[in-house]
């Protein structure tokens, strides 16, 4: 099973939003981390076809995703960053409109066991408007799981999601990863560290980075430093010349994690890294 992306390229009017993208993406999680406007939610909608591409082909086992049309949709799972809700539907008769809307068998069944997946079963008879936040987050993805789609597209899932919940929710993509292509977007580094399998890392339009999370590890490690120091000069150098990711003053000086490809000081010892540190030096480009 394979997503391919060839050269896809969106534009609207003037404006290029994703420049000449080429992927492939099978079994696993990956991590689309990029800063707003970055060109995440452009990407997901083009993989849901609710967008075309402006230049460029999208491949799903060898065949246009478009010209496979509903062959293609009922293969994939998409939860959008503002879903559309009943408010006047219960969680369950809302799961039955979308049941119907996807042709799910035994759908009696099938919503139990996806509001059970996201621990809304309890509230199958309460009316959507009275829901949080989160448990609307969480309806849209038991509804995205109706047809136990190859393909899970999702676009800030966690968001609204109190901790307890985004545990649950990262735990869930896990267990489920080994025979699925589950894609998600969002700007929140943790979610991405905690389960990506791969991290692709996208900029204004373009991929800037795409490895597995051993290897941004690894690249972690050379790049990421501390030091402390007192001095007020060599304190101005370092905050003029490298980029800080973590700093905290303490009596009679700062403590700096910085990113360097070099030594940025004679203090300075190499540390272990993290995704955030990479990310950081990344979209600062």
């Avoid at 707003?36 to 999208?58: C, F, Q």
């Avoid at 800030?156 to 589950?182: A, H, Q």
């Avoid at 995704?275 to 480009?285: D, S």
Wanted: charged share 30%.
């Amino acid at each position: 099973m394979s997503l391919v992306l060839e050269n896809v390229s969106q534009r609207y009017d003037k404006k290029e939003v994703i420049h000449s993208i080429c992927l492939e993406l099978e079994h696993g999680i990956y991590g689309f981390l990029g800063p707003n406007g970055a060109g995440k939610s452009t990407m997901l909608r083009m993989l849901s076809t609710v967008e075309r591409p402006s230049l460029g082909e999208i491949f799903y086992e060898g065949r246009d995703i478009f010209q496979m049309g509903e062959a293609y949709r009922e293969k994939i799972g998409y939860v959008p960053q503002k879903a559309g809700y009943y408010p006047d539907f219960t969680v369950y008769k809302f799961l039955q409109y979308i049941a119907a809307l996807k042709g799910v068998e035994e759908e009696g069944r099938v919503i139990k066991e996806c509001l059970e997946q996201v621990n809304l079963w309890e509230e199958k008879d309460k009316k959507v408007k009275k829901l949080s936040g989160g448990m609307k987050q969480r309806l849209s993805i038991a509804g995205a799981l109706l047809n136990d789609p190859e393909i899970l597209l999702f676009d800030e899932p966690t968001v609204g999601l109190d901790p307890n919940e985004r545990m649950n929710f990262k735990n869930f993509l896990l267990k489920i990863s080994e025979r699925k292509t589950i894609i998600f977007a969002t700007h929140i580094v943790s979610d991405v560290e905690d389960i990506a399998d791969r991290v692709l890392i996208i900029h204004k339009g373009s991929i800037r980075l795409n490895e597995s999370m051993d290897e941004v590890l690894e690249r972690a490690e050379n790049n990421v430093w501390e030091c402390d120091l007192q001095d007020i000069e060599k304190i101005k150098a370092v905050m003029d010349h490298y980029k800080i990711s973590k700093m905290k003053r303490y009596k009679g000086g700062v403590h700096f994690r910085l990113i360097s490809e070099e030594k940025p000081c004679p203090e300075a010892v190499r540390t272990e890294g993290s995704l955030e540190e990479i990310y950081l030096k990344i979209i600062e480009r």
